[in-house]
């Protein structure tokens, strides 16, 4: 949601004559778009914020804005902390940063913070997309789940669905401007509908998309394990536009430790979700966060989570030590459990983790792939998706970019694939 918000931003600034500027030191405006899902998000804004200051001595005229969730969450703060700071703004008012920079040009000598507490102002024909064949949509805002560890409600608001007839109309125009894969965005989309007039859930909404021809891939993020429903599995194991992969937060392994996240499912609950989706979706991905340490977790719980983590066999995960955010629920629970034993923790679940991966992605060599191709990889190697969403890197043309290949992959590592083009 952050990198569509970004999009939406450049499209507002060069709507308006602005141009990017290929160094910080010639910039005229510097935008600072915030996440405030972990500590260290706000750790690396401050740092980023400081290196600023400099630039802003040198020339005096340079704006600075910092908006996003942060900013959101901490509002006249930055200001406070840093007041060569120009411009704050919010989740809710990012459609008004241009009038908010030609404010300040106007008032030199004030501040800005313009964060307001609830709105939506979401146009989804207003961004610029950063590939030409591919592009973020979201379905919705915002949350109502209020896991305990989470500041996303917070800093998003409650959710709101954007309607199925501006979505559908907005990816017909995409497609038809050459874009072959979407990715539909939302902090829950299996909740999607139902907070719309007219009776609609994502199932729905996922089988119209999948009817707009030329529209060759569809992804979505984030599905929650307590909304997901047969309906979807049935739409997504009979549309063969539709990407098998399913992006799925386990979070936890212990019962004990869900409950307290207020996640309102048990492992088995999510064992039989995981085996109903692989017995639905052929050659299906499956990937997940998981958090380690969250207050009161106790050695046996986390091996509740790797247990979790060899029995589920996920494709990859995402693994974050607990942060704790002012304001959750969680944020008031004893933490007992020293950070060096999260730590610890931590490096035992990756391990483990990196093993299945890398044993998952095995299973794939020999075998071929259609790829979109995405632009370049590490090394001047090209580097594209599987259907399941799994990156393999290759050598071939820079013409490739934005077009599909068949791939046979060659090799496999724990965090990606090698391959080489099957020639035709």
Same mark, same amino acid.
Not at 108 to 125: H, Q
Not at 212 to 221: D, S
Not at 274 to 297: A, H
């Given at each position: 949601m952050?990198?569509?918000?970004s999009?939406?931003?450049?499209?507002l600034?060069?709507?308006?004559?602005?141009?990017?500027?290929?160094e910080?030191s010639?910039?005229?405006?510097?935008?600072?778009n915030?996440?405030?899902?972990?500590?260290?998000?706000?750790?690396?804004?401050?740092?980023k914020?400081?290196?600023?200051?400099?630039l802003?001595?040198?020339?005096?005229?340079?704006?600075?804005?910092?908006?996003?969730?942060?900013?959101?969450?901490?509002?006249?703060?930055?200001?406070?902390?840093?007041?060569?700071v120009?411009?704050?703004?919010?989740t809710?008012?990012?459609?008004?940063?241009?009038?908010l920079?030609?404010k300040?040009?106007?008032?030199?000598?004030?501040?800005?913070?313009?964060?307001?507490?609830?709105?939506?102002?979401?146009?989804?024909?207003?961004f610029?997309?950063?590939?030409?064949?591919?592009?973020?949509v979201?379905?919705?805002?915002?949350?109502?789940?209020?896991?305990?560890?989470?500041?996303?409600?917070?800093?998003?608001?409650?959710?709101?669905?954007?309607?199925?007839?501006?979505?559908?109309k907005?990816?017909?125009?995409?497609?038809?401007?050459?874009?072959?894969?979407?990715?539909?965005?939302?902090?829950?989309?299996?909740?999607?509908?139902?907070?719309l007039?007219?009776?609609?859930?994502?199932?729905?909404?996922?089988?119209?998309?999948?009817?707009i021809?030329?529209?060759?891939?569809?992804?979505f993020?984030t599905?929650?394990?307590?909304?997901f429903?047969?309906d979807?599995?049935?739409?997504?194991s $009979?549309?063969?536009?539709?990407?098998?992969?399913?992006?799925l937060p386990?979070?936890?392994?212990s019962?004990?430790?869900?409950?307290a996240?207020?996640?309102?499912?048990?492992?088995?609950?999510?064992?039989?979700?995981?085996?109903?989706?692989?017995l639905?979706?052929?050659?299906?991905?499956?990937?997940?966060?998981?958090?380690?340490?969250?207050?009161? $977790?106790?050695r046996?719980?986390?091996?509740?989570?790797?247990?979790?983590?060899?029995?589920?066999?996920?494709?990859?995960?995402?693994?974050?030590?607990?942060s704790?955010?002012?304001?959750?629920?969680?944020?008031?629970?004893e933490?007992?459990?020293?950070?060096?034993?999260?730590?610890?923790?931590?490096?035992?679940?990756?391990?483990?983790?990196?093993?299945?991966?890398?044993? $998952?992605?095995?299973?794939?060599e020999?075998?071929?792939?259609?790829?979109?191709v995405?632009g370049?990889?590490?090394?001047?190697?090209l580097?594209?998706?599987?259907?399941?969403?799994?990156?393999?890197?290759?050598?071939?043309?820079?013409?490739?970019?934005?077009?599909?290949?068949?791939?046979?992959?060659?090799?496999?590592?724990?965090?990606?694939?090698?391959?080489?083009?099957i020639?035709?």
């Amino acid at each position: 949601m952050n990198e569509f918000d970004s999009e939406r931003i450049t499209f507002l600034l060069e709507e308006n004559n602005y141009t990017p500027a290929l160094e910080k030191s010639e910039a005229d405006v510097i935008i600072l778009n915030t996440c405030a899902v972990r500590e260290k998000a706000k750790n690396k804004l401050y740092s980023k914020i400081g290196e600023l200051k400099k630039l802003k001595k040198e020339n005096p005229d340079l704006i600075i804005c910092v908006g996003g969730c942060t900013a959101q969450n901490l509002k006249e703060k930055i200001i406070k902390d840093f007041p060569y700071v120009d411009v704050v703004f919010g989740t809710h008012n990012i459609s008004r940063i241009v009038e908010l920079i030609n404010k300040k040009r106007t008032t030199p000598n004030k501040n800005i913070c313009e964060v307001y507490e609830a709105g939506f102002d979401y146009v989804l024909s207003n961004f610029k997309r950063t590939f030409s064949f591919k592009s973020y949509v979201p379905i919705s805002i915002g949350c109502n789940n209020y896991c305990s560890y989470c500041v996303v409600p917070f800093v998003r608001g409650k959710e709101i669905s954007i309607s199925q007839d501006e979505i559908v109309k907005t990816l017909k125009e995409l497609v038809s401007q050459g874009v072959l894969e979407i990715t539909l965005v939302g902090q829950n989309v299996n909740s999607y509908g139902k907070d719309l007039e007219r009776p609609i859930n994502f199932a729905d909404l996922l089988y119209e998309v999948s009817e707009i021809e030329g529209l060759r891939r569809i992804r979505f993020i984030t599905s929650h394990p307590k909304d997901f429903s047969s309906d979807l599995l049935d739409v997504i194991s $009979e549309r063969k536009n539709i990407m098998p992969h399913i992006h799925l937060p386990l979070q936890a392994g212990s019962n004990k430790i869900l409950k307290a996240m207020n996640r309102k499912y048990t492992r088995d609950s999510f064992f039989e979700l995981v085996e109903n989706i692989r017995l639905k979706i052929k050659d299906v991905s499956i990937t997940t966060d998981i958090i380690v340490g969250f207050p009161g $977790e106790e050695r046996e719980d986390f091996e509740d989570t790797l247990d979790a983590v060899e029995r589920i066999r996920f494709n990859r995960a995402f693994t974050f030590i607990y942060s704790k955010r002012e304001g959750t629920k969680a944020s008031y629970l004893e933490d007992p459990i020293p950070l060096c034993e999260k730590k610890l923790w931590f490096r035992e679940l990756v391990e483990v983790q990196n093993r299945v991966s890398f044993e $998952e992605n095995k299973k794939k060599e020999g075998k071929k792939y259609e790829v979109l191709v995405e632009g370049h990889g590490s090394k001047g190697l090209l580097k594209g998706r599987l259907e399941d969403n799994s990156v393999v890197n290759f050598d071939g043309s820079k013409n490739l970019i934005g077009n599909f290949t068949d791939i046979l992959i060659t090799s496999a590592k724990s965090f990606y694939l090698m391959g080489k083009i099957i020639d035709k």
